[in-house]
């Protein structure tokens, strides 16, 4: 078993940032790539970003150039820098760890991002 536990997520005006943190804890040696999802009010989850041991980095087009993901091997934690900030990037924010038999999930972290 896997348990991630988000932080970070708060209120911030649009043209603002937020730094997400992820903290993985249990069999983490079982874990092959952590990624960010999010879900907006109506809409389905969607990725935001993944990371893989090695440190390959993959984003969805609407977030790249503006959120960086992150990890710190020492720590455990996978990190997601958003910047430039949008009212439509409002959304929970959960995080993910795919094992090698299971996907793991967050409770997630709320973002809201003023106009």
């Known amino acids: 078993q896997v348990q991630l536990v988000e932080s970070g997520g708060g209120l911030v005006q649009a043209g603002g940032s937020l730094r997400l943190s992820c903290a993985a804890s249990g069999s983490i040696f079982s874990i092959n790539a952590m990624g960010w999802y999010r879900q907006a009010p109506g809409k389905q989850r969607e990725l935001v970003a993944t990371i893989t041991n090695g440190g390959s980095t993959n984003y969805a087009d609407s977030m790249r150039g503006r959120f960086t993901i992150s990890r710190d091997n020492a720590k455990n934690t996978v990190y997601l820098q958003m910047n430039s900030l949008k009212p439509e990037d409002t959304a929970v924010y959960y995080c993910?760890?795919?094992?090698?038999?299971?996907?793991?999930w967050g409770r997630g972290t709320q973002v809201t991002v003023s106009s």
């Open positions: 993910n760890a795919i094992g090698k038999l299971f996907t793991y």
